[in-house]
């Protein structure tokens, strides 16, 4: 069985998020700030997405997502910024960091779970191919050493110019 989970401070927002999508077949978790979130992350293999806030009291969200990001690739546990904040500095940061996605709130709950939805098809997708190549499912020991490689390759693949 493979799990959402959702950090945000706030109880109410939590709540909603996991609510909603429990409602639509996802499996929750919640955790209530940043070093939660990485105590459920590291003592569990069954998370497939993070919806993560961004303003918490004990470890915001970028840290959450840069101390993710050393140990967890993307196509290994994508990220979703789920905040208030709209401001396209905070925008940038998030996806330098390594978010796969950015959500503001006020939530639109049908394009948030199309999202959740479209990460982890692409989840499931890398998840597959790394099985018919190495003849493992992503579960086995080296799994995570393939993912980690893939993702180191994913930012050297492509270089783009611009004549504008």
């Known amino acids: 069985m493979k799990y959402i989970l959702v950090v945000d401070d706030e109880e109410n927002n939590r709540d909603i998020l996991v609510r909603y999508l429990s409602r639509r077949g996802y499996n929750m978790l919640s955790a209530p700030g940043g070093h939660v979130a990485l105590d459920i992350i590291n003592q569990r293999d069954d998370i497939d997405l ?3 806030d961004i303003h918490m009291p004990d470890m915001d ?6 101390t993710l990001r050393k140990s967890y690739s993307a196509s290994r546990l994508p990220v979703m910024m789920v905040t208030a ?5 905070s925008v940038i940061k998030s996806l330098g960091l390594g978010a796969d996605d950015y959500v503001t709130k ?8 199309a999202r959740v939805e479209s990460k982890l098809q692409l989840k499931a997708s890398v998840e597959k191919q790394i099985e018919e190549s190495t003849g493992h499912a992503t579960g086995f020991p080296d799994a995570e050493k393939i993912l980690q490689l ?15």
């Open 106 to 113: 006020p939530i639109d709950l049908p394009v948030l779970v």
């Open 61 to 66: 969200g970028h840290e959450v997502l840069e």
């Open 150 to 164: 893939i993702a180191q390759g994913e930012n050297n693949q492509v270089e783009f110019k611009s004549t504008l």
């Open 85 to 89: 904040e709209t401001d396209s500095a």
């Open 50 to 52: 993070v919806l993560l």
